[in-house]
């Protein structure tokens, strides 16, 4: 599952900063919580957290669900207990869904359930060379992998594939002054195992693609 940090305190953040987390049958939305906040360095998990899925359901603590329905503008169906419903059982390979932490400042997260994790490499000749690397998939960026530096003749970025089937990864390399920036495109094929879904998700498949650029 790929989380993005799209922003809060009233200020939109570009690019998103995003994690890929791997979410298994027993984590409850609880447990995704507590990871997204630890992963993006919250000290203060006092305050309130809430996920709004696709369907329009809330998922919150009992309280706060139980307040949100009482009110005018609360949700049309009772909410879903944070702390025992299944991220696993709730959601679907493809689907989006928003989590929100501190509902005063308004941390605005998407969430998005991938059928791969996928670690993206780009190795760059020589080692010495530095610079970054943009991954595209079909010409299009890939979220949070717009401009990984290159060390140790490498770039990598993780990140999740939402469908299965055929993807055109190009990477496209700056240059640093000394190497020419360079391109090379290759296809990732994603399969999906509905049994296996059920039991890892959103890592059914881990591989690591390798392009070779050198800049000259």
Do not use: K
Request: hydrophobic share 45%; net charge negative; with cysteine.
């Amino acid at each position: 599952m790929r989380v993005e940090l799209l922003g809060g305190r009233g200020e939109d953040l570009w690019p998103y900063p995003g994690r890929v987390f791997a979410v298994g049958p027993s984590h409850t939305f609880m447990d995704l919580a507590s990871a997204i906040n630890g992963a993006f360095a919250r000290w203060d998990r006092s305050h309130l957290s809430m996920f709004t899925l696709a369907d329009g359901r809330v998922v919150t603590d009992r309280e706060t669900g139980a307040e949100m329905a009482a009110s005018m503008g609360g949700p049309i169906r009772a909410s879903l207990d944070i702390e025992s419903a299944g991220v696993a059982r709730t959601t679907a390979p493809g689907a989006e869904f928003q989590f929100i932490f501190d509902l005063g400042d308004s941390w605005t997260h998407r969430c998005g359930v991938g059928v791969a994790a996928v670690v993206l490499t780009a190795g760059i000749g020589p080692g010495s060379a530095t610079g970054t690397v943009a991954f595209r998939d079909g010409g299009v960026a890939v979220p949070g992998c717009a401009a990984m530096p290159v060390s140790g003749g490498q770039a990598q970025c993780v990140t999740t594939f939402a469908t299965a089937g055929a993807h055109p990864i190009t990477t496209a390399y700056s240059g640093d002054g000394v190497l020419l920036p360079a391109t090379a495109t290759t296809t990732v094929d994603v399969t999906a195992t509905p049994n296996l879904f059920q039991l890892l998700l959103g890592v059914l498949l881990r591989f690591v693609v390798t392009f070779h650029l050198f800049g000259f």
